[in-house]
């Protein structure tokens, strides 16, 4: 893997070595406090090159008139409104693009006004994602995917703040928040053969390390619960099911928890109804929301947030064998719903059934939020821009919505109804898995989760366009995006923790 680069605080007297990151303000104004000579150097710079400071613009100086300094990277702050976090997130990303290669880094956390510690720990954060590199399969790694310099030592980049003790506090927080989105990733990247429902079970009970409670059912335990949705889907497999609880207790003893589901399909053929060929390779993030539960539960326990959360993922492999699902079985799912499996390939909705159920029966949370790479139908509708959102709760709803405006992390509302509902009434069961035709495919889909929640209030997430294969952005250039981690931490930051 690519060395992840020490993050450092310092005053703003602090000296540059090696690279100066510089933030512009309009018209490619500049700090007072640098010297004139470099200003001259920059400003001639800006006008050859017509930089004006535009947000996320870039100019580059090389052999600046600055003692120490070989490079200087001057960033553009000035846009239509002012900086949002993700803004200032997108600067960190550009920042890291720009100076990777260096050792020594100082990024200058100042434009006409000192930046205030919270922004400067956002932009550290943008320089962590933008870091990130799944290469660990790789028997040569190249200097353009290191973020370690020609020498092999890990780059040291210091944000010199006017109240550097702000900063690190606030960074201290997110950075917990930072390793949920890369572990999120490592694991959506990770191939299948080497990320089996076995090998996902145990790097989740290592998270005990951050004071999780881990708990793992197998499938003898599963029988036992009646989970014969989940089961179905798994019955193909050499590689066995789990279903693995994590437990965070950071709130008040005995208060109901906030929890979160994911679906953990390591590797998706279609079963019987078979996917075609190409791009089947990218099934093995079909457990994308999984990854986002996993990574959200290690983000709330390392940076001991003030909430009591559960975290329940149901792990299987879809795949074809003489024992595997056909269509036209039917299964009773642990709510005792029957269910006919018409489509082999609408597997995640099954292994949700009996994870919502088991979840809402054992732990009376205060909402559930499941996350899922379920359909192809939102990618058609939403694109890979924005996660579809379905729920039964208002302000829940709200809610993400606006964590999602806030983190980047985007989600859209979809409709529920009983016009849909009854798309998906079985012939010779409860209801079938599939609705009629290609019509509505990611609402009937949430529909049918909707049968296993009762009346705790509750959403979905589609991320089947945002978990992966998503459009690079200034702090994401992986496959496997992490989308979820930060969006349900802001959620429950801003709503559920006690104060």
Do not use: C
């Not at 994590?246 to 399909?265: I, Q, T, Y």
């Not at 405006?405 to 409709?415: C, F, H, I, L, Y």
């Amino acid at each position: 893997m690519a060395s992840t680069p020490l993050i450092a605080f310092s005053s703003l007297e602090a000296p540059a070595q090696g690279v100066m990151v510089l933030l512009a303000g309009d018209g490619a104004i500049l700090p007072a406090s640098i010297s004139e000579a470099l200003k001259n150097q920059i400003a001639r710079a800006a006008t050859a090159a017509k930089f004006k400071g535009k947000l996320l613009s870039t100019l580059e100086v090389l052999a600046p008139d600055e003692p120490g300094v070989d490079k200087v990277l001057v960033l553009g702050t000035k846009g239509e409104a002012e900086l949002t976090e993700e803004d200032w997130l997108k600067l960190g990303g550009v920042a890291m693009a720009g100076i990777k290669g260096a050792e020594n880094i100082l990024i200058r956390a100042e434009i006409d006004e000192p930046v205030s510690g919270a922004n400067v720990a956002a932009m550290a954060l943008g320089v962590l994602l933008r870091a990130y590199e799944f290469d660990r399969y790789k028997s040569k790694k190249t200097d353009d995917a290191d973020v370690e310099a020609g020498s092999g030592k890990t780059a040291t980049i210091s944000f010199a703040s006017a109240d550097a003790d702000t900063a690190r506090t606030a960074f201290e927080a997110i950075d917990s928040v930072g390793a949920g989105v890369v572990l999120a990733r490592d694991l959506v990247n990770e191939p299948a053969n080497i990320l089996t429902t076995v090998e996902y079970t145990r790097r989740i009970e290592a998270l005990r390390h951050y004071g999780l409670e881990v708990e793992v059912l197998d499938e003898v335990k599963m029988r036992e619960l009646k989970m014969f949705a989940l089961l179905g889907v798994a019955q193909g497999s050499p590689m066995p099911p789990r279903m693995v609880i994590m437990r965070w207790n950071g709130g008040p003893e005995g208060e109901a928890p906030v929890a979160f589901v994911g679906k953990g399909v390591v590797f998706d053929t279609g079963g019987v109804s078979i996917k075609p060929a190409a791009g089947m390779d990218e099934m093995k993030g079909d457990m994308g929301g999984s990854a986002a539960v996993v990574g959200l539960m290690r983000a709330l326990a390392g940076r001991k947030a003030k909430v009591n959360a559960v975290g329940v993922v149901g792990l299987v492999e879809n795949v074809v064998d003489g024992n595997a699902q056909r269509p036209g079985d039917i299964v009773t799912a642990m709510s005792g719903t029957t269910i006919e499996v018409l489509n082999t390939d609408a597997e995640g909705r099954l292994v949700l059934a009996d994870a919502l159920w088991y979840t809402q029966e054992r732990f009376k949370p205060k909402f559930m939020v499941n996350l899922a790479t379920l359909t192809g139908a939102i990618i058609v509708a939403l694109g890979n821009h924005y996660a579809g959102l379905f729920a039964n709760d208002d302000e829940l709803a709200e809610r993400l919505y606006e964590a999602g405006t806030v983190t980047g992390e985007k989600v859209w509302r979809m409709p529920l109804g009983k016009e849909y509902d009854k798309m998906i009434e079985g012939k010779f069961a409860d209801i079938r898995n599939i609705g009629g035709g290609r019509a509505a495919g990611s609402i009937t889909a949430a529909q049918f989760l909707q049968r296993f929640v009762n009346k705790v209030p509750w959403a979905h997430l589609d991320v089947a366009g945002t978990a992966m294969s998503s459009p690079s952005s200034e702090y994401n250039q992986s496959w496997g995006s992490g989308f979820g981690v930060r969006l349900l931490n802001r959620l429950v930051a801003d709503h559920y923790e006690t104060r």
